[in-house]
Every structure is written in C-alpha cells, then in structure tokens.
C-alpha cells in the first residue's frame, strides 16, 4: 500500500509532498512528522527507500506507507494528556510520533506480537531519546510496549482514549477493539479493506466513517494453551510520575519557555527557515487498482501534471546555476542552557537525560 505522492529526498521533502497532497492537514501533525526521521526506522541498506510513500517490510520488521499513517495520525485527533493504545506497534515509529503530541502527562502503550521487533523498537527509541535534537524541542510521552498478542488482552485492562491497529480486523473482532476504547474515545483500524474511525459516543453508541480504502494482512490468531484457552496479555502499568520526574519537566518546561521569550524580545522567529525549492507533486490521488491481492494507487495523467513537469526541469536548471552554501549544524539551545546552570554535574545529566550532545 503506497504510492500516493511523489519520493522526497529526504525526511522533510516527502512531509511536504505529503502536506502538499493533503494527507498532513494539521500543524501539529507535521511537526510530529518533522520531527521523527523515518529514514531512523530502516535497517542499514535499507535506507535509500525510506523517503518514498511505500510499505516496507524485512522479516518481522514492518512499516506502512507514509501515506497511511499520515491518515492515521490525523484521523486519531491526539491532544496533549490523552492515552493511547498502538496494536502491532512494530518498530514505535507511530508510537513515537504520538508521543511528541501526548506530552509528559499522557499514556503511551503498545502491543506488538513478535518480541524481536520489541526490541528493535526499545532500540530505536533509545537512539531518538539519546541523539535526535527533537526530543529537547518537544515535551514527550514515552511509548511502553510489551510483547504479545492484541486478541489476547486480559479483560481487566484498562480503556485508552485513542486506539490504532495495524494490521486487519476481521469483523468478528470489531466489537472486541470497541470496549477497549473509553467513551468520547476515537479508534482507528483497518476493517473490511477500509481505515475507518470509529467514535465511541456513549456507552452502547458509535459513530464509524471510512477514511481510505486499504489493504492489510490481517490479525495473528491467538493460539491455545494446553487448557485450550489463549493466555491473556497484560498490558504496562498506568504509572504515576515521581517527584523527581516531575521536577524535570517542569525545570525544562521553564527553560524552555524562558528561551522563547528571548528569541521573541530579539526579534528571532522561532520557526525554521525556508527550506530549499522544491519540485511540485501531484495532487492527492483516490483511484486505486487491484493487482492480485494488493490494492495499488493508480495516478491519472493530466495537463496539469504534464505542465508540471516541465516546471520542474526549469527549477532544476536554475538550481544547478546557483551555489548550495553547506547548512550549519542546528543549535540546542536547552541543552545549553541546563549546562550553563549552576548545578553538580550529575543533576546537569539528568536534566538532560543523560544525552551525549
């Protein structure tokens, strides 16, 4: 499943192609997507594909097609607080995205079948926690995951406010994802080859609408133990943040806050700047073939695109008259203000999470 918009470059040239096709709608979206490298989440070798607008698979690893989870993230309509609840949260891509939009006093838990990829996971959240820059521009929700399969969650679990599936639901299993959902909770999921959000109104209420025709393998059975029954699956604690940590966020929260305001008082915009032109994609596409068992998006041939095109070449040419001045490495601006602080070195670490640069 893929296809949609046109390959970037790099991580923020296939977020523009997606926003500019329509599937990133929401600026607190495209910062989480902006914020996450995709390209982080391949395997080395592998990278070189990771910028196109396809599913990748190598073994038990798995990541859908941006396109997909840009739908996701979206339909979702995540609120800083909100707890979530990822079902075959594979390699914690999503799960990290939606922690940059949960922020520290949310809940962040996913279940994934296979225990080598919850470990490729714990990996690459690690690497993000100890080396992307990003975690110090965003207030984070740690995802937690556990091994196992998402048919067999106890029953005395406890309900989240919003519910992602990635893998396909038969329809004997809907109503099972439904009750793990709490009232005013949104669900997404893939059902009868559609992504579908469903809303739970009320406790015997729902509101379902299809978001994007789809094509996904379907659930894992369970299997039985030798009593016949499938073992439950208990899901991560509800924790409660301890002083100590809740020291920490609100230390950096006022740092952070106090940088702002100095960058407001000088006058310095706090977006990015412009990044470089770019070519024009095409426009979002909802013609969708089959070829064998896949469903495959089917681009339509236009003027317009044909018009493009040529755009394009013209764009290029004059790129490749002018001087690429070699971009400067970004500034982490907390960081080095908790490391001007006088405090023992060992609390500086901490305040840092004991990240390295």
């Known amino acids: 499943m893929g296809g949609a918009v046109s390959a970037g470059e790099d991580n923020d040239d296939l977020i523009d192609n997606l926003k500019e096709a329509q599937y990133i709608r929401t600026e607190r979206v495209e910062q989480a997507f902006r914020a996450i490298d995709r390209g982080d989440y391949y395997l080395d070798g592998y990278r070189d594909s990771a910028y196109k607008d396809l599913a990748w698979k190598h073994g038990n690893i798995h990541l859908s097609a941006p396109c997909i989870y840009s739908e996701v993230m979206e339909a979702l309509k995540l609120q800083p607080g909100l707890s979530f609840l990822n079902l075959g949260s594979g390699t914690g891509y999503l799960s990290t995205m939606v922690g940059l939009i949960l922020g520290p006093f949310g809940i962040n838990h996913g279940i994934e079948l296979h225990s080598d990829v919850v470990e490729y996971a714990k990996e690459k959240l690690e690497s993000f926690?100890?080396?992307?820059d990003s975690f110090d521009k965003f207030e984070f929700c740690e995802p937690a995951f556990v091994v196992g399969n998402c048919l067999q969650i106890a029953s005395d679990s406890h309900q989240y406010d919003r519910i992602y599936c990635g893998a396909g639901v038969q329809k004997d299993h809907e109503n099972y994802m439904k009750i793990l959902l709490k009232v005013g909770g949104i669900l997404v999921m893939p059902i009868e080859d559609q992504l579908t959000q469903i809303m739970r109104t009320g406790q015997n209420t729902w509101e379902s609408k299809n978001i994007l025709a789809v094509s996904f393998a379907p659930l894992v059975q369970p299997s039985k133990n030798d009593n016949g029954?499938?073992?439950?699956?208990?899901?991560?604690?509800?924790?409660?943040?301890?002083?100590?940590?809740?020291?920490?966020?609100?230390?950096?929260?006022?740092l952070r806050n106090f940088i702002n305001d100095e960058l407001q008082a000088k006058g310095v915009p706090q977006r990015a700047p412009p990044k470089r032109k770019r070519k024009r994609v095409k426009q979002r596409i909802n013609t969708y073939v089959f070829v064998?068992?896949?469903?495959?998006?089917?681009p339509l041939d236009s003027e317009e695109d044909d018009r493009m095109e040529e755009d394009n070449k013209e764009e290029e040419e004059k790129d490749h008259s002018e001087v690429v001045k070699p971009e400067e490495p970004p500034q982490n601006l907390l960081r080095e203000k908790i490391m001007k602080l006088p405090l023992p070195e060992s609390l500086k670490a901490y305040l840092t999470y004991f990240r390295e640069k």
């Open 129 to 132: 926690i100890k080396n992307s």
């Open 292 to 298: 064998g068992n896949q469903l495959i998006p089917q």
């Open 229 to 254: 029954k499938p073992d439950s699956v208990g899901l991560p604690p509800c924790a409660v943040r301890n002083l100590q940590d809740l020291a920490r966020i609100y230390i950096r929260r006022t």
